[in-house]
């Protein structure tokens, strides 16, 4: 009797642990771009057929691959990358440009500019579209890396796929966001950002905006400016998906809706309660800014189903 209990017990617990592996595997993938060599994950679909490939953009600022930087914790990147796994999407997400970079290009930080990011993801898109290991390659840009993601995947991606990315020029959004927060500030913004559009190094402005143009971040700015959201994604020939939640407090719904308008071929979803970092929201302010360092709190499930089912169709 004891002997039949535990073959029992031996049998629900090798099920069970069987039923717990992975059907992807994780590998650390490093490639090389003209700047630098980017560290990342591959997480490969544990399959003899091909799936698709999802290339995952992070957004500003020096973001790691899980979505993650000096301030903040949330693997909001890890997490998506693992839900689309388990849905047999393999993913490849990578840390920014100057979290790799050696001693010695540290020191040349300053010389970043946007079109730097466009090179490294086309460098990355280029890789594995010469791999040909995949049925298709898609584009995800978080943020920063929507508007990076549909300059970089022209003519290279199967699909563009924009989370929670900016409608507009990061002047106008910079302009907004100041007027919002110190209307006194208001025209000093568009004073030194005119300026910066016309490519002239602004030396002297108030003190209160710093850390918003620093002299060395000033010729970044000015690579910036010159993307606007709305004329690039007009230039995709690519099926396009443009995903924003009701409470990102970083970007709001309507920039969702103008990149749309742009594109009016491409499909909108609006998610109820999720926010920049793709997290249900259901409280406050307060909630949703305690999101930003938690990284237990899991992804919204129904943006999983909506990628799933668009990417599943292409």
Aim: glycine share 4%; hydrophobic share 40%; no cysteine.
């Amino acid at each position: 009797m004891k002997v039949t209990t535990l073959l029992v017990w031996f049998l629900f617990i090798s099920s069970f642990s069987f039923s717990q592996e992975k059907n992807y595997t994780e590998i650390a993938q490093s490639i090389k771009t003209p700047s630098t060599t980017l560290n990342g994950t591959l997480l490969n679909i544990n399959s003899k057929k091909k799936t698709p490939l999802v290339i995952i953009i992070p957004g500003s600022g020096p973001t790691d691959r899980d979505g993650n930087n000096a301030a903040m914790k949330n693997n909001s990147l890890k997490f998506l990358a693992e839900k689309l796994a388990e849905n047999n999407i393999s993913s490849y997400r990578f840390d920014k440009s100057v979290l790799s970079y050696t001693k010695e290009q540290i020191a040349t930080v300053d010389t970043l500019t946007f079109e730097s990011f466009i090179t490294d993801t086309k460098a990355v898109l280029s890789y594995f579209k010469t791999s040909k290991n995949y049925s298709k390659i898609i584009v995800v840009g978080h943020s920063q890396g929507s508007l990076v993601g549909m300059i970089s995947g022209k003519n290279i991606a199967d699909a563009f796929i924009s989370l929670e990315g900016a409608g507009k020029t990061i002047d106008e959004i910079l302009i907004e966001q100041i007027s919002k927060q110190a209307p006194f500030l208001k025209d000093e913004t568009v004073r030194v950002l005119d300026s910066l559009k016309k490519g002239v190094i602004v030396d002297d402005f108030n003190p209160m905006l710093a850390s918003v143009f620093n002299k060395s971040v000033q010729p970044f700015l000015m690579s910036w400016i010159k993307y606007n959201p709305q004329n690039e994604i007009k230039k995709l020939t690519i099926p396009t998906l443009i995903i924003n939640g009701t409470k990102d407090i970083q970007v709001q719904t309507i920039d969702a809706e103008l990149l749309y308008k742009a594109k009016p071929n491409s499909q909108l979803f609006i998610i109820e309660n999720m926010n920049h970092l793709l997290k249900e929201i259901k409280g406050d302010v307060t909630e949703n800014m305690n999101s930003y360092n938690n990284p237990d709190l899991p992804i919204k499930d129904e943006l999983i189903t909506i990628l799933t089912k668009f990417i599943n169709e292409l």
